[in-house]
């Protein structure tokens, strides 16, 4: 019972505890008082012979405050053990707390980052080494001082962190040297307050300056790389240009008509290799081709190599996003060339008007493409024995270059469908 008086009292703060063990002596001192008091009408009333002994009272008396001396003497002295173990750990708390607080301004003030707490009206409360040693401050030039002396960006970017209050907040900004001279640098920065209930910011900053060094070397290396890339393209695209000119020129010497008709096939076979290098050349991506854009430009130059007449209405079914990679958009444009020459040649033999259409879509996992007229149709059996140069050339990049499935069917006209599983699509 007594340890758990003692632990009552333990949690009581020094200043209270003076004015309780005074109030316990005073009512102690009445106490004793009154016993003494109370034993001597005790005495007068119950003495027989009506001699009173004036030493007894004294006596009792004498005898209480021994007593209560030996009791308070030991209650204080474990009270003051008490109190000198709780003194003892309170030291030994503050001196692990020194060492705690040691060790964390030694992690701070070497870390990588600069580090910086500022309130929400600006005022610097807190920088570590780093800051200083990047700056060239000192830490007392910096503390109580506005954000803005090392932060220009202040009323742009940390404003912004304040009015949110979030924590975890990712940016790039710069810091200004003691000299004026400012460099990049990662800031994170973190909103937190106290349990004073006061607001702060916390921020990490990191100099990126050799980083950005870094990227502005790729940057212009892939630039470099991009323009050599193009230029091959451009260079690829002249020379197949040239033989194309090449085989018009032929074709003007040449009297033969079916020697014309297989150099103008050629010739728009070479276009439709050259305009890849073509739309790479002129465009932004160097990897893949919207194919779309593609045919557009490809109908538009087979209309103007075989002179077709208005009588003919060409559609182009294809949504923007079907973007294959060089290879395929080659080989894809290739084998829509042939079926479309089929088309133009065999498919309308009188002077109604004719319709082709070309599409190409995606569908799950593939790429489903081919041509379609409203024409005479054909004879699938014949096509395939013919075993002409355009049909094999169909055959053999649709089943060993794409890999793919071919369909030829009969229905309004003539229709062939091709599909490949996607492969290099954007």
């Known amino acids: 019972m007594l340890n758990d ?13 003076a004015n309780l063990y005074s109030v316990i002596f005073l009512f102690i001192g009445i106490f004793g008082i009154l016993l003494v008091n109370e034993a001597s009408i005790y005495i007068l009333k119950n003495t027989n012979d009506g001699n009173v002994n004036t030493k007894l009272p004294l006596f009792i008396g004498i005898s209480f405050f021994i007593f209560v001396s030996i009791v308070l003497y030991f209650f204080l002295k ?36 600069a580090i910086y707490w500022f309130k929400f009206d600006g005022k ?10 990047i700056l060239g401050y000192e830490k007392e030039e910096l503390l109580n001082q506005n954000i803005t002396i090392i932060d220009k960006k202040f009323n742009d970017i940390e404003k912004i962190v304040i009015e949110k209050k979030k924590q975890f907040n990712y940016f790039e900004s710069e810091l200004t040297t003691k000299d004026g001279k400012t460099f990049p640098c990662f800031i994170a920065a973190n909103y937190f307050s106290s349990s004073e209930k006061e607001e702060f910011i916390c921020a990490f900053a990191r100099d990126i300056t050799e980083q950005k060094r870094k990227e502005q070397i790729i940057k212009s ?25 090449l ?10 008509s079916e020697i014309n008709t297989q150099l103008d096939k050629t010739r728009s076979r070479i276009y439709a290799i050259s305009l890849v290098h073509e739309i790479i050349y002129k465009g932004d991506d160097l990897r893949f081709i919207n194919m779309k854009q593609y045919l557009e430009e490809l109908i538009e130059a087979m209309k103007e190599i075989y002179s077709l007449d ?20 080659v080989l894809v444009a290739l084998v829509i060339h042939e079926l479309f020459l089929n088309s133009i040649k065999h498919a309308f033999k009188n002077e109604e008007r004719g319709r082709i ?56 006209g003539f229709l062939c469908t091709i599909r490949y599983k996607i492969a290099g699509k954007k």
């Open 221 to 245: 290396s892939l630039e470099e790389k991009e323009i050599l890339i193009k230029e091959i393209h451009h260079r690829v695209k002249n020379n197949l240009q040239i033989l194309s000119s």
């Open 78 to 113: 474990t009270i003051a053990k008490k109190e000198q173990e709780a003194r003892d750990k309170l030291t030994l708390f503050q001196k692990q707390e020194i060492e705690h607080s040691k060790l964390i301004n030694f992690v701070l003030d070497n870390t990588a980052d």
């Open 247 to 256: 085989l018009s020129m032929q074709k003007r010497r040449e009297k033969n």
């Open 310 to 329: 208005e009588n003919l209405d060409i559609f182009i079914e294809s949504s923007e996003e079907i973007n294959l990679g060089i290879n395929n958009s």
């Open 357 to 412: 259409d070309i599409f190409i879509i995606e569908e799950n996992d593939e790429i489903i493409f081919g041509v379609k007229d409203n024409g005479v149709g054909c004879n699938i059996k014949k096509i395939e024995e013919k075993n002409s140069l355009g049909w094999q050339l169909i055959e053999s990049i649709v089943k060993m270059q794409l890999e793919g499935d071919l369909e030829i069917e009969n229905r309004d």
């Open 124 to 133: 610097i409360v807190y920088v570590n080494d780093r800051l200083c040693k």
């Open 5 to 17: 008086i003692l632990k009552i009292i333990a949690k009581i703060p020094n200043e209270k505890k």
